[in-house]
T-cell receptor, first 113, second 110 residues
Framework: IAGITQAPTSQILAAGRRMTLRCTQDMRHNAMYWYRQDLGLGLRLIHYSNTAGTTGKGEVPDGYSVSRANTDDFPLTLASAVPSQTSVYFC????????????FGPGTRLTVL | GENVEQHPSTLSVQEGDSAVIKCTYSDSASNYFPWYKQELGKGPQLIIDIRSNVGEKKDQRIAVTLNKTAKHFSLHITETQPEDSAVYFCAAKEGYIPTFGRGTSLIVHP
């Protein structure tokens, strides 16, 4: 693994189903983030974590949950998917200093029907 | 909280022309301003950044300027090339969580 990876690359999901998007980084970054990207709305923060064992809510957390059991992994779960959660999801990681670069994964394209 | 406005949302230029993207921020405590480039089908990638104690930074064809008093910063791309076509995001940070602008789609016509 080099950098930050996400799985799956894309997924089509029936409404009401549960889905977990996976994210793994090998840079030993303390901070990790989940964003959704929708046309015209840019990158909106869903949840974040600044260290293993702690998480926080971002701008659009409703319908999503996260966990941070260890430094490397930060899965995002949709407990019961709805069509409005159709989006491209990006995971990112960074150090905690204010001027640390954020590194983004390649994204997961999710379609909820 | 911080609010970042980015303009324009779309910018179309001819190859060789310059392109300028502008952002404003609201929180005077923000002290780090990165710019990200997102190519089609990929995640955003940092291309240049500037800290609040610097007014301008240049890296080959790209430069960023910062006006702390007016709370705005800009990305300048000179001698644009077709491979510069992408979505560009500005961001402002005070802690470790950035606030992003909504993005500018830059199209460079050959």
């Amino acid at each position: 693994i080099a950098g930050i990876t996400q799985a799956p690359t894309s997924q089509i999901l029936a409404a009401g189903r549960r889905m977990t998007l996976r994210c793994t980084q090998d840079m030993r970054h303390n901070a990790m983030y989940w964003y959704r990207q929708d046309l015209g709305l840019g990158l909106r923060l869903i949840h974040y974590s600044n260290t293993a064992g702690t998480t926080g809510k971002g701008e659009v957390p409703d319908g999503y949950s996260v966990s941070r059991a260890n430094t490397d992994d930060f899965p995002l779960t949709l407990a019961s998917a709805v069509p409005s959660q159709t989006s491209v999801y990006f995971c990112a990681s960074s150090g905690l200093a204010g001027d640390n670069e954020q590194f983004f994964g390649p994204g997961t394209r999710l379609t909820v029907l | 909280g911080e609010n970042v406005e980015q303009h324009p949302s779309t910018l179309s230029v001819q190859e060789g022309d310059s392109a300028v993207i502008k952002c404003t921020y609201s929180d005077s405590a923000s002290n780090y301003f990165p710019w990200y480039k997102q190519e089609l089908g990929k995640g955003p990638q940092l291309i240049i950044d500037i800290r609040s104690n610097v007014g301008e930074k240049k890296d080959q064809r790209i430069a960023v300027t910062l006006n702390k008093t007016a709370k705005h910063f800009s990305l300048h791309i000179t001698e644009t090339q077709p491979e510069d076509s992408a979505v560009y995001f500005c961001a402002a940070k005070e802690g470790y969580i950035p606030t992003f602008g909504r993005g500018t789609s830059l199209i460079v016509h050959p």
